[in-house]
């Protein structure tokens, strides 16, 4: 692996995936103004594998949709993750 930001070669334990250039903040934002939802208003469950899915079925296949393709990624070091100003 290697960062996409300093062209380091990093081991596994010192990798991040990153969504980029979008965060995955803006993704959210994105698909709530899409199909006129606040987020706060989206139901949750927790989910073993991913913390919290959507609970709502036909919302979580169009959120998988929009998800899929709309994000991009960079893979970057845990320290240059760390000295995002968005996170």
């Known amino acids: 692996l290697v960062s996409d930001i300093s062209g380091v070669s990093l ?10 250039p979008v965060t995955f903040h803006l993704l959210v934002n994105s698909f709530c103004n899409e199909n006129q939802l606040l987020v706060e208003n989206i139901k ?8 919290y899915r959507i609970k709502d079925q036909e919302l979580l296949e169009k959120w998988r949709g929009f998800h899929r393709s ?3 990624y960079r893979i970057i070091s845990t320290d240059e993750a760390m000295e995002q100003e968005h996170l």
């Open 44 to 51: 949750l469950d927790y989910c073993d594998n991913h913390g």
């Open 70 to 72: 709309q994000a991009h």
């Open 11 to 20: 081991p596994w334990e010192r990798a991040v995936v990153q969504h980029y």
